[in-house]
């Protein structure tokens, strides 16, 4: 079973900023792709940012301009560094990582953007 070590998750005022990190086991050059997906109470799940191995990035347009994605190769790890937060980023934050197959998921984490 791949694990996807998240962390990074946090409260922060509008306007603060967060960096998301996800590792995985292995190399992360065996994956096509990794990646940030949210989930926001009663609501579905949705696209924040992916990279892939072709480090083709590509941003849900709420997160254009505001969010950036990155790959460490020694580290195994993704980042999402997020600025400019608001009230509306609140959500659980997912990792992903396709394998050319499957998409393997991380547990999650919570990140709250409130005043």
């Known amino acids: 079973q791949v694990q996807l070590v998240e962390s990074g998750g946090g409260s922060v005022q509008p306007g603060g900023s967060l960096r998301l990190s996800c590792t995985v086991p292995g190399s992360i050059l065996t994956f096509y792709s990794v990646g940030w997906y949210r989930q926001a109470p009663l609501k579905e799940r949705e696209l924040v940012a992916t990279?892939?191995?072709?480090?083709?990035?590509n941003f849900a347009d709420s997160a254009k301009g505001r969010f950036t994605i990155s790959r460490d190769n020694a580290q195994n790890t993704v980042y999402l560094q997020m600025n400019d937060l608001k009230p509306e980023d609140t959500a659980t934050y997912y990792c992903v990582a396709n394998d050319y197959v499957y998409d393997r998921w991380g547990q999650g984490t919570q990140v709250t953007v409130s005043s």
């Open positions: 990279l892939t191995i072709k480090n083709e990035r």
